[in-house]
């Protein structure tokens, strides 16, 4: 998607580790004209599927998911990385390793949201070594709901999580996949 | 705004510790369209105000915010509540003690993304003790910025957040208002 590849190398910032920085536009600051034009592509990529409901991981995720729930018409579920107070103890569960923060968290979906035969959309907005999105795939597991795919909005593709889920049949569409990156140059891959 | 009184009559359910559980159409499950007529409502209350972005707290207030920035036209930036890897170490802070967990969280804003001058909104989906509504208007005070005002989704008027912080003279505008709550009853104040 041209205009999220755009500002990723006007505003994205890469840091050691890895990381890349886009919190003016994506997941600390949201601009939100850009995702609502992101929630469109992710509508045209999945035209022609039935999709009933999309899951989403707390909390930069969030944004992006209500937005596609909102054009694609259908509710969102967020797994939610901690134990609330108020969320049912009926809950399907999976643990995910955090490579930025370098901890693990269990995250957790009520049973009441995720039923068997559901057709499920994945967004979120990143995907690097994929443990997030494993995580959320294994919660549609224990629902016995159905992974229509992931659309995701940036994908590393030079990290293995891309490859790895699409090998076991997974659908993932992001919306920019950067090939390499480095403190003076990131390259997209070719569409 | 009858819409959500409605569907907090239908589908919220009353826990002990005067929790209001609402996850299935506000924070674990979102109705999308739900959250955009509720983004209209807030910037129907707020015409005529400048506004130049939103501020909410992660998780739960995200998609709200995220939907009123985007009828609005502004961005939105979220507080996060704890130091992540990639967010700058030029931040604002303040302590907010969340009653429903128990625990205390700092919340944190990049200084880059609040500025002095800037006319701020504050949205969230609820209001009770008015911990996180203090906690982010400390923000907005630390950074000179301006706060507009507070839309709340929620507000649980029988607790003292609201009232406190009308008080010291910050609007607030809540689209539902609960005067009293059981288990077998839940009234909402008159308008």
Known sequence: MRE????ILRDGKVKPGDIL???????????????YDMALEIKRLYEGEKVDKILTIEASGIAIAAMAGY???????FAKKSKSANVSDEVYSAEVYSYTHGNTNR???SKSYLS?????????????????????????????A???????AIEKAFQPGGDKLRAKGLRIESLARIASMSDDSLT???N
Chains 1, 2 share one sequence.
């Open 4 to 7: 999220l590849e755009e500002r």
């Open 21 to 35: 920085k886009v919190d003016n536009f994506l997941n600390h600051q949201i601009d939100t004209a850009l995702m």
């Open 71 to 77: 054009v694609m018409g259908v509710p969102v579920v």
């Open 107 to 109: 995250i957790i979906v």
């Open 116 to 144: 068997e035969g559901q057709r499920i959309l994945i967004v979120d907005d990143f995907l690097a070594n994929g443990a997030a999105l494993e995580g959320l795939c294994s919660l549609i597991s224990q629902a016995k």
């Open 146 to 152: 159905e992974a229509v795919g992931a659309a995701i």
């Open 188 to 190: 997209f891959c070719a």
